[in-house]
């Protein structure tokens, strides 16, 4: 500690790896009229081992000396890290600024067992501050020493508090059943056994069309595939700490007063199983500014009582637990609104599930018909809200709003609400929210 | 009318009615740029290609089909348009059909822009867009006069940092 200090030696290939593969391919497109055996005989051997130890010799260099200038030190008030050879960067974060260290691991480094540290900083900054890439085991006790100064404690050497796991790892067998019964991946099945169809019958042009598409639903599949897989989630004094990944490993600390905006959701086929996902908007954690933050990616009731539990504490109502029933499935007990008969016209089938309920300490709303989703909004979360009709529900009296947050794309919807019950409730929530 | 978006027009401030300029001038560029496009076959018609008639017909119809409700309803819309400032927080509505009745508190505000378009400045107007930190919860209130829009901005940002949340 308090002094500089190198990142492990094989970084500089973890970054970049791409550029070996990339120089090997460039010399394989130029020379791929030469055969294997012509390649290691007579005066092409010389030319091969030349070019390729040149190479070597090349990327080594940069790479030794990318190592030699990446240094960082911890001190009692900053972490800084300085980089590069030609344009130098000095980056420093204060550490009473810490708001999160995260650990993560791409694919190379998680093979070689390395990991690396992004700072999340509350100074304005946009960027993350990256360290990387040091290992794992390291990489856990730095971050714990960190967070440890951070709070204004001597450093130790240990990890500090354990944090409490909420739960089990989601297993693998459920993740995958969970990921088939969601409608792009079936959607994306039927194309693709349309698309065996049409080509075994030999209908070639359209299938040049779909191939996109199909890649499009791969592209999506393993995304959420790699978002959810081996997903853990824990608690600590804050709020939750939640690991996963397929071939990126990730570990990102979520404090509970980061959280703008929760998103109970239920696709069509999960309902029948009684499997929820729980999405948060939260202002600094995660890569995108506007991207949903995925906190449990498919459990049971049980499952979302526990992390609503450490999310939103409070409810604010009596029996948290029947209105948090009643708020994912439908109905109108505990005092939830929903829309009246006279939308049954506009939305025949969802009308009976619309519903909405103002509690203490937030807003809750539903909607949706064979799939839905509840989303809860804390009152003093709320940035702006707009009360809209359009010309169809101006002729019921049925009128619409929707609560904005920050941090990702959840809101909460209230949709074909009666008139009455919209504006009323829109002059009320105007002024709950000016109060102080 | 009775809708709950009107119940009190008279406390709302109209946007300036020359704003009806701007509105009609980018109809008629709009209009004017696609109609140019559908009558495409028209033109290549008369230089003699064996275009079909429907071809010649269609778009340009088509174009004016929806062009045309549309420029009988803005000067509605620019009626439509207005604001209200209220003792914490700011009110906007919009819309004749799609009528929207955006609130934002002064405490939420993040930044105000007063920006005014080439269209906009012959006709001495601006446009004054409000932040939050959402990027969906964006109050813009288009077609106000230079000072007006200016003197509005000080008193946003007078009353946003009076009520920082």
Not at chain 1, 58 to 74: D, E, N
Not at chain 1, 357 to 373: A, E, K, N, P
Not at chain 2, 29 to 56: D, E, K, M, N
Not at chain 2, 80 to 109: C, F, N, T
């Amino acid at each position: 500690m308090n002094e500089w200090q190198r990142v492990h030696p094989a970084s500089p290939f973890v970054h970049g790896w791409l550029a070996i593969v990339g120089l090997a391919w460039v010399y394989w497109q130029n020379t791929d009229d030469i055969s294997w055996a012509e390649r290691f005989t007579g005066s092409r051997l010389a030319w091969t081992v030349g070019i390729g130890s040149a190479a070597l010799a090349l990327v080594l260099i940069f790479y030794a000396l990318s190592w030699y200038f990446t240094r960082y030190r911890i001190s009692e008030t900053h972490v800084y890290v300085n980089a590069g050879m030609v344009f130098r960067s000095q980056k420093q974060a204060r550490i009473d600024r810490v708001q999160g260290i995260d650990i993560a691991q791409p694919l190379v480094a998680r093979l070689l067992g390395l990991a690396e540290l992004r700072f999340d900083v509350a100074d304005g900054s946009a960027s993350v501050m990256r360290l990387s890439f040091l290992r794992k085991a390291h990489a856990h006790q730095l971050r714990a020493e960190i967070l440890a100064l951070a709070q204004g404690e001597i450093p130790v050497q240990e990890e500090a508090a354990q944090p409490v796991p909420l739960m089990a790892k989601v297993p693998a067998g459920r993740l995958l059943a969970s990921m088939f019964l969601r409608l792009p991946t079936v959607v994306g099945v039927l194309l693709a056994l349309v698309l065996g169809i049409l080509s075994l019958s030999g209908v070639g042009v359209l299938v040049a069309g779909l191939v996109p598409m199909l890649l499009g639903f791969g592209g999506w599949f393993y995304k959420e595939l790699n978002n959810s897989w081996n997903f853990s989630a824990s608690a600590t004094d804050t709020g939750l700490r939640i690991s996963h990944g397929l071939a990126d490993t990730k570990q990102q600390s979520l404090p509970a007063g980061r959280v703008q905006s929760i998103q109970i959701s239920s696709p069509a086929f999960w309902r029948l199983l009684g499997w929820y996902r729980v999405e948060v908007n939260a202002l600094g954690v995660g890569e995108e500014e506007m991207s949903n933050l995925l906190v449990l990616p498919v459990g049971d009731f049980e499952a979302v009582t526990q992390v609503m539990g450490i999310l939103l504490p409070e409810l604010g109502v009596e029996n948290q637990r029947a209105v948090l029933h009643t708020a994912i499935t439908s109905g109108t007990d505990h005092g939830f609104t929903s829309s009246p008969a006279r939308a049954k016209a506009l939305s025949p089938g969802a009308w009976k599930h619309q519903a909405f309920l103002s509690t203490g300490s937030c807003v809750i709303t539903r909607f949706g018909w064979l799939s839905r989703s509840a989303a809860f909004v804390p009152h003093r979360r709320i940035q702006g809200m707009v009360l809209q009709q359009g010309p169809w529900e101006r002729r019921r009296e049925l009128a619409g709003i929707r609560l904005y947050s920050a941090g990702g794309s959840i809101m909460g919807y209230m949709h074909q609400l009666d008139e009455q019950v919209a504006t009323e409730f829109f002059a009320a929530q105007a002024r709950r929210q000016v109060e102080r | 009318m009775k809708i709950p978006m009107e119940s009190s027009p008279n406390n709302f401030t109209a946007v300036d009615p020359d704003y009806f300029k701007v509105k009609l001038a980018t109809w008629l560029i709009q209009t004017g740029s696609y109609l140019l496009v559908a009558l495409l076959p028209l033109i290549l018609r008369l230089f003699g290609l064996p275009v079909p008639w429907w071809l010649v017909i269609l778009p340009p119809v088509l174009v004016l089909g929806l062009a045309l409700p549309i420029l009988r309803m803005l000067r509605r819309q620019v009626r439509a348009l207005g604001y209200r400032e209220r003792e914490e927080d700011l009110l906007v509505r919009s819309g004749v059909l799609w009528r929207k009745q955006l609130v934002i508190p002064y405490g939420r505000m993040q930044y105000v822009e007063v920006t005014s378009g080439p269209l906009e400045r012959r006709y001495g107007l601006c446009k004054l867009t409000l932040n939050t930190a959402a990027g969906s919860a964006t109050a813009v209130i288009p077609g106000l006069r230079e000072d007006t829009g200016q003197a509005l901005r000080e008193r946003l940002v007078a009353a946003g940092e009076a009520n920082l949340l």
